[in-house]
Each structure stands twice: as C-alpha cells, then as structure tokens.
DNA sequence: AGAGATATGGCACTAAGTGACAGGCGGTGC
DNA sequence: GCACCGCCTGTCACTTAGTGCCATATCTCT
C-alpha cells in the first residue's frame, strides 16, 4: 500500500521532471503507473500530492536510520557511516536523484514546494521520536519538538540547497562533503544535545 | 492588490472556518468577495492557497515589525512591546484570532496544512533579512538563512501549540505569556546572537 | 480625445477529483 | 470443494477547480 504509493510516485516526479508539474495531467500519471485513473485519487488527494512519497522517501530512510543511531556515537560518524551504506542500495540512491530533481525545480514550481514542505512536516514527526529517544524525553515536550523542528529545518535548507547545486549548477559531492554539511547545519541548529554521544 | 487579496481570503477563512475545506466551493468564496470566479483564480491558484494571505499577515506584521527592531533592545522587550502595539489594531486582532482558527484546524485540514507551511516558508524569507540586518551579514549567506529558518520553525511551532490551545482547548493568554513564549522559542531555536542588543 | 496598460467579468472548456456500483482476488470457515 | 468476507481496483457518470480567450471598464500619459 504504501510501496504502491510510492511507485506511482516515482513515475510522477519523472513527468514533473520531464514536463513540469502543470504539463503532467493525472490521466498521465495513471497510464504511467499502469493504474487506473480512479486509483490514482484514491492514493493522492491532488496531483501535487503524488510527489509526497518519494519526497519522503528520503528524509525517512534517513530518519528511519537515526532511529538506530547509537547513543554512543557522534553525529558526524554516525551520518558518515549510514551514508556509505546508502550508496550501495541503487534504489535509494535512484530516489535519491529524483527527490534532488523535484527540489531543484522547487523555485519554478510553486505547487511543489506545498508537496516538499508537506513531506517535511511528516519528517519531522520521525526526528521528534529520535530526539525523544536520544534525549530520554517524551515526544510531547515542546522542548523536543522543537529541537526536532530546528533540525529538519537545517535538514531541509541543506537539502535546497545542495539539491540545486547538484542539479541546475552540475556541482558534484563527495560523500563526506555531504554527511559534514548535513550534520553541521544539523548540529548548529539542534537545541538539545543530541549530536554528541550519550552516556546512559 | 495584495490588499485586494487579503480581502478575500479573510472571507475565505471565514467559510473554511464555519463549512470546513471541503464544504466551501470557489464560487462561494467569490460570492462572499463579491467578485467573479475569474477573478479569485486569477488571484489564488488554488483553493488552499485562499488561506494564505491571510496566515502570512500575521507572521508578516510580526516580522515587518521586527524589521524596525533597534540594535539596543532585547527580543523579549521588543515583542513585549510591539505586540501591545498590536491589541490596539482592532483588524489585526481580528485577522489573529481568524489565523488562529485555521491553524487550529490543521489536525483535521491536510489541504490547510500546506497553505499553513507556505505562509510560514514566504515569512522566513521576510525573517532572513530581520536577521541579515540584525548580524550585519548577507541574506545569502548560509548561517543567515539557517538561523531564520530555526527561528521560523519555533514561531511555527509556538503559534500552532497556542492557537490550538485557544481554538481547540478554550484556553485564554495574557499578552506577557504570548510574548514570553513566543520570545523564550525563539531565543532557544536562533543559532545567531540576535537575540539580545547588538552593540553598532 | 485617443493609445496603451491594467483589472475585471462572462463563458466555454479542460482537467482535477468524487460517488456509486460492479467485479476480482486472497483469506477463512466448513 | 464452496460459500462468505473484506479489501482493492476499474468503469462511468458527475461535480467542481481552474484556464483560455475575448469583451469591457478604468486609469494614465501625452
């Protein structure tokens, strides 16, 4: 259910990418995706909704990986690490390409930046549990959901403006320029210390 | 222009409020403007977005405000201050407490939430120049934005936490507890010394 | 007065999105 | 084996969000 979501939409930021969100038309997306129209809407509640998932895709894995990050274990080693593991899954790093692709354009595309800023928000319910976790605190706390709101937004400027860098300026990273960028914005933003490992 | 859409969107709000999202067509957010279908989609590109300029006007007085923040006083002074300026506009309080009813409908209103999202997104742009004047830096410059964006995400924050404790909860707040709260976010979340008087 | 820029309305039209009903298909009980 | 169930999908008619195009009003500049 939720990987069929997300099919779907990895054939719809290949038409946004190719003909932009407006030359796409849900009849389109549908044909793509080898679904029915009708289906379609069932999945998403608008077409710009349907760049949700893969949008998604990729702050979650990386979330989804936080969640693991050992209490003994430093930002930048931690990220550097899941990182490298990243790049040997090709699906990742696929949707990897696409979800860059999707922001580069966000400047044009106003409708897709509503569909960013809305897989950002679902991010950061993720960060709020690993900030909880990591600090021992429960996922109410404002003062963790805070720090979680303050981290995807570093997340979420390095990720605009890499993305752009890459896609309409065809700079390249390396692998440890990336994870350093992301965990410094990361740990210059962070309101509690989470960055640092932990003792029990 | 921009007041001509405001204008409608406080009538859009409105309806939003009493019939919900689904339960208002665009042709009785015109008939309520007293304009033509045209012209409202000539003004909003979608249905959702009729709520933004109304959302936005809240943050943007907030942060046009702080735009004339002098060096010498405290955050803490200064809102403290502007926001008893502001109980005396009797159209910004009204656009407040309309504000606040959407965002306290944003639980039940994914259509809303990403009206909300790019309210804030246009603020923080109106946030990275308070910054940029305050620190005496570049709006370009990456700190800058950072810090704008983490200063953002709490008054984002804040302002969801107390509208839905108001709307939702019938809780009441005196003006030193919205101020303060506001202030305290903010002073956690900024990553750049703006917070207190900068000497020239 | 007349040319041009800008804002609006009217109306036909396209495309996004929904409702209602009818299968298809994998369990589960028997 | 079959009847039953819940769940997902497709079809098709329908509503409504949103656009293109042209006519008209208003305003300004000369």
Redesign the interface.
Known sequence: MEEARLAVSRHAADLFWKHGVDGTSGDAIAEAAGLSKRTVWRYF??KEACAEPLLLATELRFAAYLEAWPRSQSLEAYLLATMRAFVGDEQYVRDGVAAARLVAMLPKE??L???W??A??QAEEQFVRVVAARTGRSPEE??V??CA??A???L??VDE?ISSAAINGGRHFTLDELSGRIAA?IR??C?LPICDPVED
Do not use: G, Q, Y
Request: net charge positive; glycine share 0%; aromatic share 4%.
């Open positions: 509640r608008s106003p409708a930046r509503s569909a800023l809305m950002c928000a404002f003062d959901r805070l709101a303050t995807m937004a570093a979420r400027l403006e914005a210059v933003a309101t």
